[in-house]
């Protein structure tokens, strides 16, 4: 069975999230909506052997507990400083690329299963980003899978995607793959939401 390497944006799939539970469940949802991420783990590698699986993000404390949820299940987390401007993430889509392209050669002859959860598909056309890595790998033999939120994907990388390899729509697993927190004292009265089991047998393989 072909080895899978998972590449997790998880600020784009997480911000993509948050405005999809504001419209789905009400203005709240935008603050209390959490990734499960066992379950969105799953549905990435869907019970197929992980060779590796490589999540980006940045480093405020605040988020401490996001990252160490994440490599508990098994995922290598790599950090960039925010930028002290604009308070933006510095260099994180290069770091996910960069692992991309590792694996792209260190596996050369023997290529797997690239599995990227991002909607970003931005730089395309100057050869850079996801969209253009995803197409150097595919030549290489990789098949390729991307996760995104139908709204939030580049429209040009989910097209190439479904032509060339699979696109795992993440709304149609909404409710296994994230969850509501309890809202705090002071806020709308409205019920936590607690996630679903994952149903793999609708993923496209």
């Known amino acids: 069975m072909e080895k899978v390497f998972i590449y997790w944006d998880n600020s784009n799939i997480y911000i993509s999230a948050t405005e999809l539970a504001a419209e789905r469940e009400g203005p709240d949802a935008r603050y209390r909506l959490r990734l499960h991420f ?26 401490r507990t996001v990252w160490t949820r994440l ?68 030549r290489k033999g990789w098949r390729i899978e991307v996760l995104s939120w139908t709204y939030s994907c580049n429209r040009r990388m989910k097209e190439w995607a479904e032509q060339n390899g699979k696109f795992i729509a993440l709304d149609d697993f909404y409710e296994s793959i994230t969850f509501l927190e309890p809202p705090r004292p002071g806020q709308a009265l409205t019920e936590p939401r607690y996630e679903t089991p994952i149903d793999l047998s609708r993923r496209p393989i």
């Open 71 to 138: 490599e508990n299940e098994g995922i290598t987390v790599e950090l960039s400083e925010r930028g002290a401007l604009h308070g933006t993430e510095q260099g994180v889509d290069q770091k996910l690329q960069a692992n991309m392209l590792r694996n792209a050669l260190d596996y050369n002859g023997d290529p797997g299963i690239a599995v990227l959860l991002t909607g970003d598909g931005s730089g395309f056309y100057d050869g850079v980003g996801f969209h253009a890595d995803l197409e150097r790998m595919h």
């Open 38 to 63: 066992r379950n969105l783990l799953r549905l990435a590698a869907a019970d197929r052997p992980i060779e590796s699986a490589i999540a980006v993000g940045s480093v405020p404390p605040e988020l």
